[in-house]
């Protein structure tokens, strides 16, 4: 794991924006794994404003909840539509979320990850974590060989959501998401994650043992994970002088 501290969650994106950005002039048609809720924002705004040319990049959403339609505000589809995919030149034939209303769910996610593999598998995905260390909405006891399957959420993730919604009853019980399993076939994975309430998840994820208790704690097992952590986020972390010395010593062409 790669370890990157920055004062302020906007340094810390900027370097995962680059990142995305190289990975696009280098592979145009890169197949990129994307994720929501508020830690990414900043990121699909910087994206945005730097005019990529998506035309032949494919995505693939980690997850979707169950019982809400597409055009439903609360739907992940309506948040990727909204803050990224309707700024940018990408073919909608080539963005893939989960369906929130597959009437098949088992076929409708043996298809899912059927479709990750015809696109050659993630180059590189997008991740946040749940307080509670979850990734997707793999919640804690995920099986770390999960693939892409219906979970029901914990009251702690739907009370975490419920300021989108309404009121907490509102945050379905359901949702679909790729799997743990499915995540660690991603080529790169990048987790963002911003202010203390993260600091436990995350000094778990890096620092704990590997425990589906702790779903994110199976990227130790990943071949190239890197989080972009503000300094909130990585304020639980025993190791913090090692890894801000890491990044600050980088040989040049390591840097990005
Ligand atoms: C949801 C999403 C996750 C996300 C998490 C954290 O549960 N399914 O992908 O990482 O929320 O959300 P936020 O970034 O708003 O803290």
Redesign the pocket.
Known sequence: MEIIIQPNPQAATDIATRLIARLLKEKPDAVLGL?????PLRLYRSLIAMQLDWRRVRTFN??EYLGLAPDHPQSYHHFMWENLFRHINILPENVQIPDGLAADVPGFCADYEARIRAAGGIDLQV????SDG?I??NEPTSSLASRTRIKTLTQR?RED?ARFFACAEEVPTHVITMGIGTIMEARTNLLLAFGEHKAQAVAGAVEGAVSAMNPASALQFHRDTRLMLDEAAAGGLQRAEYYRWVYANKPKWQQV
């Open positions: 994720a929501t809720g508020s830690t980690l997850d991740l946040g974590i749940g979850h997707g909405f993730t959501n």
